[in-house]
């Protein structure tokens, strides 16, 4: 080996040490700050200090006889169902009609449909509160539900339709050639297909909705508080340990259901291939 | 009754079959209803509540969070020759360039760590980037309440290293609130840089240094061009989101931290005019289609979104 090709060698690998060592660097951002949140919700002093000096659950026992964040969760809960199967569906149809059927101004209209997730969600916010007001419509859970649909439909259609990107559509041709009609051939051929797809979607469409404040801040009353909501206002307000219980519940939520869904969808993969 | 139900069941499958038979006629329709759901949901809940924000900037709003129905450009005067708007669209801009510039190195070193690294933890780590989108921003933002008070780990970790002699000041400071926004907006370069870098061959690297590219010639003219989309696409999420962002001024940042859209919050929610927060948001809208219009003279706008997904 010459010494020219050692010598680079050695960059090489110093080369990569640095970025390890940057890359170790934003991690350590991206997880403490979440580490320090659930090891706090365990804290005995008011104040938490990191690491804690004692710990306890009485934080936990408060927080399970508060029925305000019950409520919250279990509000944050129904919208976000209720929107990954709202976006889930919309976002499917609509990502077949993309794929599937020519129509004029295609790159426009999919550009419209992104709008969503460009339009600054305290403009979606605004903008929905002064026209829901001036129809004379009073806030309640079914704009938490229509307006979360929204947010997170480009992303559904978006996983959907690059799904469909990769679909063989001569799998289709062939169950009709056989004698299926449209519906068994979309029952039998394209639903399993792009089911994985739809989940994901899905599940998306699940954490999105449970995890937005800026736009939903306009939407929420008292009795369909939100979970972000109410993390929000008391972190403005009074830091109580049981915020803090709150947010490792919906770290614990946010994380798990999106597992659980990616398992389901696993495993329907591997049912279809 | 016996005879009622013997008629059911007998109809029921002719039914089925005319409804089949509607549904392979109407196939032409069925094709067209599918690309117009989303578009309507679009169109009714975004689009048409843009445009009452468009009519209730021209009006001007009364005593009470009143709005007086009569059409004048009083708003549109009020942002013209108010200067402390002017400051905060400024300090927005600027925001969303710092925040970019520190973001695109750190992201990019991490997306191209991910996308190179052939360790059996890769898989793992790409998951700790993509949980990040899952956890609630509210709670990614006011985590580092207690890392950055003056007790906070941060000030331990200074004052042990002995940079600094006393604690200092980064909780509620424009430090921290980039700190804080980076950090949660470090996804969003990551992944498309990763996305990208994962697909580049090897080989065409090593073909540079076969031909006598150092390292920083390959990565210069091998590695950053091909990635070039994935780097458009984290930049462009990086200043929307940054120069847009509402919790970070308000959870992490100072008092000289009023960013666009916390302030046209407070106007709409606080001071009830919502006339004139219709202005600010649309001169807000205004300058993003800007942006994004400059962009799309780069890049392709709906590729640029497509890449966050994975």
């Known amino acids: 080996m010459s010494i020219r090709k050692y010598v680079s060698d050695v960059e090489t690998n110093w080369n990569w040490h640095g970025i390890r060592l940057i890359s170790a660097l934003v991690y350590l951002t991206m997880i403490l700050p979440l580490i320090v949140v659930v090891v706090n919700s365990f804290s005995a002093q008011r104040i938490a200090t990191f690491p804690p000096r004692g710990l306890t659950l009485d934080w936990y026992v408060e927080f399970f006889r508060d029925d305000m964040f019950l409520s919250a969760v279990w509000v944050s809960t129904q919208v976000g169902i209720a929107a990954a199967i709202l976006a889930g569906a919309i976002g499917t149809l609509t990502a077949m009609g993309f794929v599937r059927k020519p129509f004029p101004m295609k790159k426009a209209l999919s550009i419209a449909l992104l709008t969503p997730m460009i339009v600054p969600p305290v403009i979606v916010g605004i903008a929905a509160t002064s026209f829901f007001a001036e129809i004379g419509l009073d806030r309640n859970i079914w704009w938490l539900i229509v307006m979360h649909t929204l947010l997170a439909l480009p992303y559904a259609f978006l996983i959907v339709r690059s799904r469909l990107y990769l679909f063989d559509e001569t799998l289709e041709d062939a169950a009709m050639t056989l004698g299926a009609d449209r519906l068994v051939t979309f029952r039998e051929i394209t639903l399993p297909q792009v089911a994985p797809a739809i989940v994901t979607a899905m599940v998306l469409s699940f954490v999105i909705s449970f995890g937005e404040f800026t736009a939903s801040q306009f939407w929420v009353q008292r009795e369909t508080t939100t979970v972000p909501v109410v993390i929000y206002s008391m972190v403005r307000t009074t830091i109580t340990p049981k915020v803090n219980v709150l947010a490792t519940l919906v770290l614990v939520i946010t994380i798990v259901v999106p597992i659980v869904g990616l398992a389901i969808q696993r495993w329907l993969t591997n049912n279809t291939n | ?310």
Do not use: C
């Open chain 2, 1 to 310: 009754m016996s005879n009622e139900t013997a008629s059911t069941t007998a109809e029921a499958p002719n039914r089925i079959d005319s409804i089949r038979q509607r549904l392979m006629e109407s196939e032409r329709f069925g094709y067209l209803l599918s690309p117009g759901s989303g578009l309507l949901w679009v169109l009714l809940f975004l689009f048409l509540p843009m445009t009452v924000i468009v009519a209730f900037s021209l009006f001007r709003a009364g005593e009470f969070g009143t709005i007086i129905y009569e059409p004048t450009l009083e708003n549109y005067r009020r942002f013209v020759n108010g200067s402390v708007y002017h400051r905060v669209i400024a300090r927005s801009l600027l925001i969303g360039v710092v925040t970019t510039l520190i973001v695109l190195p750190f992201g990019y070193t991490l997306g191209y760590f991910l996308g190179r690294s052939k360790s059996r933890w890769t898989p793992i780590l790409l998951g700790l980037v993509v949980v990040q989108f899952w956890v609630p921003l509210v709670i990614r933002t006011y985590a580092w309440i207690p890392i950055l008070g003056r007790q906070g780990i941060f000030n331990d970790f200074l004052l042990w290293l002995g940079v600094v002699g006393q604690p200092v000041e980064i909780l509620y400071t424009t430090h921290g609130m980039i700190l804080g926004l980076a950090v949660s907006i470090m996804p969003f370069m990551v992944l498309p840089v990763y996305s990208i870098v994962s697909t580049i061959d090897e080989e065409i690297i090593q073909a540079a240094k076969t031909l006598g590219a150092s390292d920083a010639r390959a990565f210069r003219e091998v590695t950053l061009p091909l990635s070039w989309p994935g780097v458009v696409s984290g930049i462009l999420f990086t200043f929307i989101l940054s120069a847009g962002s509402y919790l970070a001024p308000q959870l992490l940042g100072g008092t000289n931290d009023r960013l666009i859209a916390p302030v046209i919050e407070t106007v709409f929610s606080q001071d009830f005019n919502w006339p004139f927060a219709a202005t600010l948001s649309l001169v807000y809208v205004a300058m993003i289609v800007g942006i994004l219009y400059l962009f799309s003279r780069k890049a392709d706008i709906e590729e640029a979104l497509e890449g966050t997904q994975l």
